[in-house]
């Protein structure tokens, strides 16, 4: 399995970006695709995770702010960040799980079997 993240990019406060992952197989291998990101110091964190069949579900620090979204025949998510503030400021990677998990477990890194390489939001003015 491979993702393939991109996008990223150095914006000042108050911009956008919008990232992509490339994933290969199909939508159907997965039954969770997710977004996660780490700062320097500190865990990794979950972002958003869109669920099939399900609503996409969103971090408190973010909702309102960025918005995944997926084109199923590109096998391509995309993560576009609004409103960008100096705390998101992180590594950005994409994630995906084969099996489904109870919601209370979307979020942790340690649920998610492939990785991509990850790609860096720096915002600063």
């Known amino acids: 399995v491979q993702l393939q993240a991109s996008g990223g990019g150095l914006v000042q406060p108050g911009g956008s970006l919008r990232l992509s992952c490339a994933y290969s197989?199909?939508?159907?291998?997965?039954?969770?695709i997710a977004w996660f990101r780490q700062a320097p110091g500190k865990e990794r964190e979950g972002v958003s995770v869109?669920?099939?069949?399900?609503?996409?579900r969103y971090a408190d620090s973010v909702k309102g702010r960025f918005t995944m979204s997926s084109d199923n025949a590109k096998n391509t998510v995309y993560l576009q960040l609004n409103d960008l503030k100096e705390e998101d400021t992180a590594v950005y990677y994409c994630?995906?799980?084969?099996?489904?998990?109870?919601?209370?477990?979307?979020?942790?890194?340690?649920?998610?079997?492939?990785w991509g390489q990850g790609t860096q939001v720096t915002v600063s003015s």
């Open positions: 197989g199909s939508t159907l291998d997965y039954w969770h």
């Open positions: 869109l669920t099939r069949r399900e609503a996409t």
């Open positions: 994630a995906v799980r084969r099996n489904r998990v109870v919601l209370s477990a979307r979020f942790s890194a340690v649920q998610y079997d492939y």
